[in-house]
């Protein structure tokens, strides 16, 4: 190849031949040279994959020169020559990365080369598997050492195995020939998870089995039994690593689709059930009664109907019972993947309509979360303390699977949990009660979180007690932190219970705490991170209380709405005290993601939204600081915080100016033209009529000015009235200069709501047209709204009772006194509502008012703060 | 735009017609359906059901279902009693019905069991409405009244006990037959809107459980829509207008019909039975009693399409939109299930429920495996640290097979060596006895 044969970029195609002839040259052994080291292959492989070398596909590139394409098919026939004469070898190392380097190839390979050359790959992977288990002591006799007598061999043409079968059901046409092929494979890939002793052998072997079932399912069909038996024995053998634990489970639960039909499912999962049960009445002797065993059996196998095969068949089940007396960590690693399994069984798909024994498996799952570890010694004097500590040693693992059971039902029954429902609920509200681990409190918010998503708002009328209890107890140390005197009793206790996992009574005891050391953060002083509940189940308990808020606000929320939005926009506040962090995401030597601060302040803030968003009566009282902290948290360029924050903002600005959009002005049909003209400002805009406020048109510019060209004279009176009549209003303004404009509004609005009901008289009602003329016009009908009382004063006074229901209409008086036309209809008004004895809520207030929406009831009287907001303050 | 399905059917039996709301193509026309109002329900998109008018000595009643290519029904039940109002959740796995008694009665569609029946009116219920969260069902009755029944304290007995009634509200405020009920957007917040005969129509907020509006018609209202804004209902009356009140709208000075109504659509027809709004929001599908069903564009207020469906009168219409059909239709038929068992008469009640029927998982139409479930690379990954780490024993047999192999090499190159030196040394020992022999 010349020297300055330049390619012309990175994506130009010849240069792929290049680098992958450059890549056989130099990294690949052969023959001669030796391998150099595995991290040369992985270089290898991250290349090939990288610059997609084997693709040979020409999509995306603009021009297609035939010598480069034929170059390209070239190198990868050298490519593929090289491997699998690699894979040939008689040099364990060589031939391991042959094979490594054959799975890779059959994923990344064009598909005209897969189809041609697959089975050639197939016959021998395979032999490394067969060659094995058939031929093993054949080859010990003639003492030439097979090189697939390496484990890592083995595991490797395994792996390539199951990419080549996977990359095989992609293709429907070779689904005969590859479904004959697994059949043959699938007995030596059971004998090597029977007989073979590594684990790495048995996990890739499961793993091919998996890749079976999915692709294939009816390769697995004819030796279905061997496969439960020797996957079972594998889980009750106690001998896995949680890994593998993991994989079998899967396995397990996926065998039921090679038959693919209701019975195998149903009987598959009664077997595991029955299983669970029979473990967890050895493991919870002592612990709890005889008969809740019998009890759950009675409901597993319901009186009259035939006990199933033991899972694993006969042989495995017989050899367990022997081993019986094992050491109780191992049965319960085995229950834990049995439960693990049924829970896959539940949430991954399959083909047809299942009947899913929800009652048998809430009350297992009920069964485990009820044992506690205490042990009565009336009831079982022969418990030793050293029994007792080692079922307490395991509960929290079998309590956190039977969460993960109970979620698994819940997702998998969606509407149809109706009818257990409340069963689930009960359960998991008792369970809560005396669930102090973190982890495992975390799993029932997660549950209840779901619960309430899914069931509405009747769900959230059972949970709200439970949910806020709880939360208060997880949030209230982070709330009132900086609150020397409060709350420190709970706190403690709380953090007390934490610190003492094994303690299952939740006391209040009097440790010496001091209050800063329970401070969320590492107190370098002490030395100690002193952190009693910590972030992830704060987290928790805030999503929960977001989806508390989302889901049932509004029923019967009166008695706890107060209580829980200031609880959250302290925690909001305390949480984004100490500035903004920024998320770190690396973690060392650790995988799995640990919630930071990050997470927690946008936790808190999400809810401080739904706090703030869900409706009440009257204005919240931390709109303001609630605002605030969102708007600082906006400038947190590149956080997620900032993302939530915008959307927080957006969200909010429809709560300041609640709007009620209707298709088309169906007032004046001859505005269809102005509404086009004037699309900026389109006038069903509901409040639109305020946007003239001597603030916005003095801002907003040429906004108003536009609209005012094409008016007509409505308009015209609109403008005239509205700088006496109208209300100020922020909706035009920045919300950033939001506090400034509340201070000068306050003069204004006290003006003007003594001029709003001076010129109350019916001709400006009619002309300006706005809701208070159609009060007036409402309340001369003879027909009497029962219920709806209309308060003519308009928004600001609707809003004033709603806030303050007594005291305010008393205020009120000296106002109606100078109304003129409108005055005694004020009064009957006041009247016709004391009459009602309905306090004059917004509710019934803002409905009186035509523009008002029936489902913004409280949003709307919060439409018209400033009023509320203004009045206390200028007093 | 996504095409829709336009069902109607009437109480004579004129079948249950169904047209494409855009292109306005009659499409198949399902046989024998005398239906009451109110009791024509699509279930889950999967399938057809409609309870049938029976006769007054009929002693069960009959709910009949039709897949959606088959003319005649499929599957017929008979309830205990004669049913009038037919309601399905969204997911179409259960079936409400109202009784002539006053009964509601909850079947479980993929087993036809009878789930729950409760008494729940004085006398027949009339219409029944899920919430938007469907966990309430509302109902309404003969007698005036409606009510709100949370589903999940149906099923509590615990609660159930304890509790003094079963409903979670009872709106008693009309005085004559309640026709129809709507409820809104915004799950515990929403609002329910029902109409009655005693010419009124009355807005109700579910969060509160008071009523928040009272608006009286002209003439009796069979029928409310309400707009996807909620911005107005339309209500259709016996007059054969079709009302528009104001629910947040801005009201008019020309109070022609009175409070709150802020206009009509009408065609000087006669009188509307039942309406239904198109996906869209726009298009309003409205049911008359001369066996017409017309479709009106709410924003220009013009008749858009005109379907004849029979001589007698409309009373149900149902908007289906295809894409529903077609997604949920497409597991059916690829496991050759059809229609659901038939509804059972009477609850076993020492059957306990104890399972559900029901498919697992999502139905991603997508069953491509993902690149994820390749696994030879990571295999070989994890297969290269234990080889870095050269603990294992694993990677240790591969090194000692790399050995013996070496070893073998070497010993052979040893023998070579050993066999040249000891020539040398035979050599060496022959050249020194010569010597000496030579010397000596």
Same mark, same amino acid.
């Given at each position: ?99 490594? %380097? ?8 064009? $598909?005209?080369?897969?189809?041609? @050359?697959? /089975? &050639?790959?197939? =016959? +021998? ?122 994989? %079998? ?8 689709? $090679?038959?693919?039909?209701?019975? @195998?499912? /149903? &009987?598959?999962? =009664? +077997? ?122 395991? %509960? ?145 308990? %805030? ?333 | ?440």
């Amino acid at each position: 190849m010349a020297a300055f044969d330049h390619v012309r970029n990175m994506h130009d195609i010849a240069l792929k031949p290049r680098l992958l002839r450059s890549l056989i040259r130099e990294h690949l052994p052969d023959e001669k040279h030796p391998f150099k080291g595995p991290l040369e292959l992985s270089h290898v492989v991250s290349t090939v994959k990288t610059h997609r070398l084997l693709s040979e596909s020409l999509a995306g590139v603009e021009s297609t020169d035939p010598k480069a394409v034929e170059s390209w098919k070239a190198a990868v026939d050298a490519w593929v020559d090289r491997v699998f004469s690699l894979a040939s070898s008689n040099m364990p190392d060589k031939c391991w990365a042959g094979i490594c %380097l054959l799975g890779v190839t059959s994923q990344e390979c064009s $598909s005209e080369r897969f189809l041609a @050359s697959y /089975s &050639l790959w197939l =016959q +021998k992977l395979q032999s490394y598997i067969q060659y094995v288990s058939e031929s093993k002591m054949v080859c010990f006799f003639l003492f030439k050492q097979p090189p697939a007598d390496s484990h890592f061999v083995k595991v490797a043409s395994c792996a390539s195995l199951s990419d080549l079968f996977t990359r095989m059901g992609r293709f429907p046409r070779i689904k005969k020939d590859a479904t004959s092929q697994a059949v043959k494979l699938t007995q030596p890939v059971l004998k090597l998870l029977n007989e073979d002793s590594s684990e790495a052998v048995w996990e890739v072997a499961v793993c091919l089995l998996c890749t079976f079932t999915t692709s294939f399912p009816s390769s697995i069909q004819r030796c279905y039994d061997t496969a439960e038996a020797a996957v079972v024995s594998k889980i009750m053998s106690g001998k896995c690593s949680v890994k593998l634990m993991k994989e %079998l489970g899967h396995c397990l639960a996926l065998l039921p689709k $090679s038959k693919g039909d209701e019975e @195998s499912w /149903s &009987l598959m999962m =009664q +077997k595991i059930l029955l299983r669970i049960n029979v473990h967890l009445n050895d493991a919870f002797q002592g612990v709890e009664e005889d008969s809740k065993g019998n009890e759950a059996m009675r409901i597993l196998v319901p009186p009259g109907k035939d006990h199933p095969p033991p899972l694993g068949g006969q042989v495995v089940g017989e050899a367990s019972d022997q081993r019986i007396k094992r050491s109780q960590q191992l049965q319960i690693s085995s229950v834990s993947t049995l439960m693990r399994c049924s829970c896959t069984m539940l949430t991954s798909t399959y083909p047809v309509q299942v009947r899913v024994p929800i009652r048998s498996l809430v009350v297992l799952a009920g069964r485990v979360l009820m044992v506690d570890g205490s042990s009565s010694q009336a009831i079982f004097p022969f418990m030793t303390a050293m029994q007792q500590e080692s079922i307490c040693l395991e %509960l929290p693992v079998l309590h956190m699977h039977s969460l993960e059971l109970l979620s698994a039902i819940i997702k998998s029954a969606r509407s149809q949990l109706l009818p257990h429902a409340a069963e689930i609920v009960r359960l998991l509200t008792e369970y809560f009660k005396r669930c102090v681990l973190p982890d495992l409190r975390i799993k029932v918010y997660s549950i209840i979180r779901i619960l309430l998503m899914s069931l509405g708002v009747g769900m959230a009328v059972y949970l709200t007690q439970e949910v806020i209890k709880n939360a208060f107890l997880d949030l209230e140390t982070i709330a009132y932190e900086g609150d020397q005197t409060s709350s420190s009793a709970y706190s403690k206790a709380s953090s007390e219970i934490l610190l003492q996992p094994g303690q299952k009574k939740r006391k209040h005891s009097s440790t010496t705490v001091s209050l800063d050391e329970q401070t969320d953060r590492v107190d370098l002083e002490v030395g100690v991170p002193i952190n009693p509940i910590p972030i992830s189940l704060k987290i928790a308990a %805030l999503e929960t209380l977001e989806a508390l808020l989302t889901v049932g606000s509004a029923l019967g929320a009166e008695s706890w709405r107060p209580s829980i939005d200031s609880l959250l926009i302290s925690v909001a506040t305390n949480a984004c005290k100490g500035g903004w962090t920024k998320e770190e995401n690396h973690s060392f030597l650790s995988s799995e993601s640990v919630p930071a601060w990050a997470d927690f302040q946008l936790a808190a803030l999400r809810a401080l939204l739904a706090s703030l968003l869900s409706p009440t009566r009257f204005r919240s009282p931390n709109l303001a600081r609630g605002l605030e902290l969102f708007r600082r948290g906006r400038q947190e360029t590149g956080t997620k915080t900032a993302e939530f924050c915008a959307h927080a903002l957006l969200a909010l600005e429809v709560l300041i100016h609640p709007r009620a959009l209707s298709l088309i002005d169906f007032s004046s049909p001859s505005n269809t033209s102005f509404n086009v003209v004037d699309s900026r400002f389109p006038d069903v805009y509901s409040y639109g009529n305020k946007q003239n406020t001597p603030f916005s048109s003095g801002i907003m510019g040429k906004g108003p000015n536009d609209s005012n060209s094409v008016d007509d004279d409505l308009y015209e009176s609109w403008l005239a009235n509205d700088d006496e009549i109208e209300i100020p209003e922020t909706e035009t303004e920045k919300d950033r200069d939001y506090a400034e404009k509340h201070s000068e509004m306050f003069g204004v609005s006290e003006e003007n709501r003594q001029e709003l009901v001076s010129v109350h008289d019916a001709r400006i009602i009619e002309a300006k047209g706005d809701e208070n003329m159609v009060e007036v016009q409402h309340l001369q009908e003879p027909i009497k709204l029962d219920g709806t009382v209309p308060i003519v004063g308009g928004g600001s006074l609707a809003a004033q009772i709603s806030s303050r229901v007594v005291s305010d209409s008393i205020e009120l008086d000296p106002v109606e006194g100078k109304v003129d036309t409108g005055n005694n209809v004020l009064a009957a008004i006041t009247d016709s509502s004391d009459m009602e004895g309905v306090s004059t809520n917004a509710a019934t207030s803002s409905l009186g008012k035509n523009k008002d929406s029936a489902i913004d009831l409280d949003s709307e009287s919060e439409s018209i703060p400033d009023i509320v907001d203004g009045d206390p303050d200028s007093d | 735009m996504e095409p829709e399905l336009v069902m109607a059917s009437s109480p004579t039996d004129a079948g249950i017609g169904c047209w494409d709301l855009h292109s306005g193509a009659e499409l198949l026309r399902y046989r024998s359906c005398a239906s009451p109002s109110h009791g024509l329900v699509c279930v889950g998109g999967r399938f057809v059901a409609s309870s049938q008018l029976r006769e007054p000595s009929a002693s069960s009643g009959s709910v009949l279902y039709w897949s959606w290519n088959k003319a005649h029904a499929e599957v017929k039940n008979f309830p205990a009693e004669p049913i009038n109002p037919l309601v399905s959740n969204s997911d179409g796995t259960y079936i409400v019905g109202g009784g002539v008694s006053g009964d509601i009665y909850m079947w479980e569609v993929p087993t036809g069991r009878l789930l729950r029946k409760w008494h729940a009116h004085y006398r027949a219920v009339t219409c029944l409405v899920f919430s938007d969260d469907q966990s309430l069902l509302i109902s309404g009755a003969e007698d005036g009244a409606v009510r709100v029944w949370s589903l999940l304290m149906i099923f509590d007995d615990m609660r159930r006990e304890q509790a003094k009634h079963l409903y979670d509200y009872s709106f008693s405020e009309h005085t004559l037959r309640v026709t129809d009920i709507a409820t809104g957007y915004g799950g515990c917040n929403a609002i329910i809107v029902s109409a009655s005969e005693d010419r009124t129509c009355k807005v109700w907020s579910l969060s509160k459980g008071k009523l928040l509006r009272n608006i009286v018609f002209p003439s009796i209202i069979d029928a409310i829509a309400l707009d996807p804004g909620e911005h107005v209902f339309y209500a259709g009356g016996r007059d054969g207008k079709i009302y528009i009140a104001a629910l947040t709208a801005q009201g008019t000075s020309s109070n022609t019909y009175g409070m709150h109504i802020i206009g009509s659509l009408a065609d000087h027809s006669k009188a509307v039975t039942c309406l239904a709004f198109s996906a869209d929001g726009v298009l309003l599908v409205s049911g008359y009693e001369d066996g017409m069903v017309r479709v009106w564009d709410t924003k220009t207020h013009n008749i858009v399409r005109i379907f004849k469906h029979g001589k007698g009168p409309v009373n149900n219409i149902l908007v289906v939109p295809w894409m529903l059909l077609n997604s949920q239709s497409s597991p059916i038929r690829r496991h050759g299930s059809s229609l659901p068992p038939p509804l059972e008469k009477y609850a076993n009640s020492t059957d306990e429920i104890a399972e559900v029927k029901a498919y697992l998982g999502t139905h991603g139409t997508s069953d491509e495996p993902l690149d994820a479930s390749y696994v030879s690379v990571h295999t070989m990954n994890s297969q290269i640290e234990e080889l870095q780490q050269q603990g294992s024993s694993a990677a240790a047999g591969m090194e000692v097979e790399r050995l013996k192999l070496e070893y073998r090499r070497s010993m052979q190159t040893v023998q070579q060596w050993q066999k040249m030196y000891e020539n040398l040394h035979q050599f060496c020992l022959d050249e020194l006895l010569d010597g000496d022999q030579a010397g000596g």
